[in-house]
C-alpha cells in the first residue's frame, strides 16, 4: 500500500481532538516563554537527523493546524532518511511555532521509530523467503494507539486488530474463565456473527485441533519455548547450483513448525499465528511454510525514537541544522 494513501485512514476530527489533547497536556495554562518570542511571522525548518523511516506526517499537521501553522513537506510520507536531512519547513506566529514544536517533534518521532521497526521486521522476514504477514500487537501507548497503530502501516506491517472489537480474541484467561478450549470458543463464534474472526491462543496441538474444530479462524502459537536443532530454515533448501559450502545453519523452533504443521495438516484454512519472544534478530526463526502471520509487539513496545529537530531560521536565509554546522 502506498504509505501516502495511508492519510486518508485517520478521520480528520479524531485528529484535530488527538492534537488538541496533546497540546492542552503540554500547556494547560499560561505559556510564559511566549511574551520572549512575541507574535511576529517566524518559519522553521524540521531535520531528520538519524535514518530510518519517514512517518507521521498527518499527526504533525494537525498540531501545528491547531496553533495556527502551516507546514510545507518536502519528502513523502514513508520515505527512507539519510541524515542529514530537510524533511519539512513550518510557518506561523513564532509563539504559535514554538508551543507546537516539542509535541509535534515527539510526535513524529516515536510514528517513524516505529515504522522504521516495521520496515526492519518486514525486511528481514521477505529475506528468509517468507511471505506471511508481519504484524503488531495491542501493546501499544495508552492514548498514543493510533500513532503506533498508523507508523505500523507505513512500515509496510499489519496493524493487527486496533481495539478489542476488531477480532474476537479468546487468550488463556478467557479459557481458563470459560472453562476449555471448546466451550471458549463457541461462546465467541456465538457473539461474534458473520462480521468478526474468532482467534484462539492455544499451547499444544490438541487445543489448536480443539479450536479449529470449535469454528476458531485463526490459531495463535503463543510463547511456545520448544528443543531447537542446528538446521535450515523451515522449507529451505540449499541454493541452487551449490557445489562445495554447505548452507548455513539456524536454530529452528521445531515444535512450532510442527504443531503448525499439523494443524495445517487436518484444517488448512485457519489461519496460524506465531508470537512472544520474537525480534529482530531471531525472526527469520519462526518463518515456515505454514505459519501465516508472525506478530511481534517490540514494534511498538521498544521501538526507538527517530532524532528530529525544528530550528528557526530568518526570512530569505538558507536553513541550517545548527547540530551539524562546519
Not at 503506533?148 to 486488530?161: F, M, N, S, T
Not at 482467534?199 to 495463535?220: H, N, P, T, W
Not at 508470537?275 to 501465516?292: E, K, R, V
Request: aromatic share 6%; hydrophobic share 45%; glycine share 12%.
Amino acid at each position: 500500500m502506498d504509505p501516502e494513501g495511508l492519510a486518508l485512514l485517520l478521520p480528520p476530527a479524531t485528529l484535530a481532538a488527538l492534537a488538541d489533547s496533546w497540546l492542552r497536556e503540554d500547556c494547560p495554562g499560561p505559556n510564559h516563554a511566549a511574551l520572549v518570542t512575541g507574535a511576529a511571522p517566524a518559519q522553521a525548518a524540521l531535520w531528520a537527523k538519524s535514518p530510518g523511516v519517514l512517518a507521521g506526517r498527518p499527526f504533525f499537521d494537525a498540531i501545528f493546524a491547531q496553533v495556527n501553522c502551516q507546514v510545507s513537506w518536502l519528502l513523502p510520507e514513508g520515505s527512507k532518511l539519510a541524515p542529514v536531512a530537510q524533511v519539512a519547513e513550518v510557518r506561523g506566529p513564532a509563539h504559535c511555532l514554538l508551543l507546537g514544536e516539542r509535541v509535534a517533534l515527539n510526535t513524529l518521532a516515536r510514528c517513524s521509530g516505529v515504522a522504521s521497526a516495521a520496515a526492519a521486521a518486514v525486511e528481514a522476514a521477505r529475506g528468509a523467503g517468507w511471505a506471511g504477514h508481519v504484524a503488531g500487537t495491542r501493546k501499544t501507548t495508552p492514548g498514543f494507539r493510533l500513532v503506533e497503530k498508523y507508523g505500523l502501516l507505513v512500515g509496510g506491517a499489519a496493524a493487527h486488530r486496533f481495539d478489542l472489537g476488531g477480532l474476537v480474541m479468546v487468550k488463556d484467561n478467557h479459557i481458563l474463565a470459560a472453562g476449555g478450549v471448546g466451550k471458549a470458543v463457541r461462546g465467541a463464534r456465538q457473539v461474534a456473527d458473520f462480521s468478526l474472526k474468532v482467534e484462539v491462543e492455544v499451547g499444544s496441538l490438541r487445543e489448536a485441533v480443539e479450536a479449529a474444530e470449535a469454528g476458531a479462524d485463526l490459531v495463535l502459537l503463543d510463547n511456545f519455548r520448544p528443543e531447537v536443532r542446528r538446521g535450515l530454515l523451515p522449507g529451505k533448501g540449499p541454493p541452487s547450483g551449490a557445489l562445495t559450502s554447505p548452507p548455513a545453519c539456524v536454530c529452528v523452533p521445531q515444535e512450532l513448525h510442527a504443531t503448525a504443521a499439523g494443524l495445517k495438516a487436518r484444517f488448512p484454512s485457519v489461519g496460524v499465528e506465531a508470537s512472544g519472544g520474537i525480534t529482530l534478530a531471531n525472526l527469520p526463526q519462526f518463518c515456515g511454510p505454514h505459519i501465516d502471520i508472525i506478530s511481534l509487539g517490540m514494534l511498538t513496545q521498544a521501538a526507538p525514537a527517530l532524532d528530529f529537530s525544528l530550528k528557526l531560521f530568518a526570512e530569505g536565509a538558507t536553513p541550517v541544522c545548527h547540530a551539524y554546522r562546519t
